[in-house]
C-alpha cells in the first residue's frame, strides 16, 4: 500500500520542473545578457581607445612639415593616415559595430595650415548595439545602440 501511494503522488508532480523552468527562464537570460552585452561593451570601449591613443601618439611624433601640409582646403595626409590607423585597428571589432567615426583635430581645428599644433587630438565615437539578446538589453541601452567615445588628447612632440 506504501508503494500504491508513492507512485500516486509522483504521477501528480509530472510537469513541475517544466513550470519552474517556464518561469526561471526569463529570470536567467537576463542574468546572462546584461554581464555579457557589459563585457562586450567594455572590451569594444578599450579597443576604440588604444586605438585613439595609437592614433594620437602617430599624430604627435610626425615632423612640422607634414603636420603643416594641405593640398587645396583638405586635410593633410598625417591626419588621414591617423584616421587609417585608428580603422585598422578597429577592424577586430568591426562586425559588432553599428558604427564608428574617428575624427583628428589639432588644437581644435583640422590638421593642417601655417600654425604649428600645441596638442593633437584623436577622438573615436563608435555605437554598439546588441545582436544576440537585444530584446533585453535595448530597453536598457536603446534601440540605436549605445553610443561609446573614446577621447585622447597628447601634446604636439614637434612644439
Known amino acids: 500500500?506504501?508503494?500504491?501511494?508513492?507512485?500516486?503522488?509522483r504521477r501528480k508532480q509530472r510537469g513541475g520542473v517544466a513550470i519552474e523552468a517556464a518561469i526561471l527562464l526569463p529570470v536567467i537570460i537576463l542574468f546572462l545578457a546584461v554581464p555579457l552585452f557589459l563585457?562586450?561593451?567594455?572590451?569594444?570601449?578599450?579597443?576604440?581607445?588604444?586605438?585613439?591613443h595609437d592614433g594620437a601618439r602617430f599624430l604627435s611624433q610626425v615632423s612640422r612639415v607634414e603636420i603643416q601640409a594641405s593640398s587645396g582646403g583638405a586635410e593633410p595626409g598625417v591626419a588621414a593616415?591617423?584616421?587609417?590607423?585608428?580603422?585598422?585597428?578597429?577592424?577586430?571589432?568591426?562586425?559588432?559595430?553599428?558604427?564608428?567615426?574617428?575624427?583628428?583635430?589639432?588644437?581644435?581645428?583640422?590638421c593642417g595650415g601655417?600654425?604649428?599644433?600645441?596638442?593633437?587630438?584623436?577622438?573615436?565615437?563608435?555605437?554598439?548595439?546588441?545582436?544576440?539578446?537585444?530584446?533585453?538589453?535595448?530597453?536598457?541601452?536603446g534601440e540605436d545602440g549605445l553610443l561609446l567615445t573614446?577621447?585622447?588628447?597628447?601634446?604636439y612632440a614637434g612644439h
Open 1 to 9: 500500500m506504501n508503494t500504491f501511494f508513492l507512485r500516486r503522488h
Open 39 to 52: 563585457a562586450r561593451i567594455f572590451w569594444y570601449y578599450s579597443v576604440a581607445e588604444k586605438a585613439a
Open 81 to 110: 593616415l591617423a584616421k587609417a590607423i585608428v580603422n585598422a585597428e578597429l577592424a577586430e571589432i568591426r562586425p559588432g559595430l553599428v558604427g564608428a567615426t574617428p575624427s583628428v583635430l589639432c588644437d581644435g581645428l583640422m
Open 114 to 141: 601655417l600654425s604649428v599644433p600645441s596638442m593633437v587630438r584623436v577622438a573615436v565615437q563608435i555605437r554598439v548595439r546588441d545582436d544576440i539578446f537585444g530584446f533585453v538589453t535595448d530597453p536598457f541601452f
Open 150 to 155: 573614446a577621447d585622447v588628447t597628447v601634446r
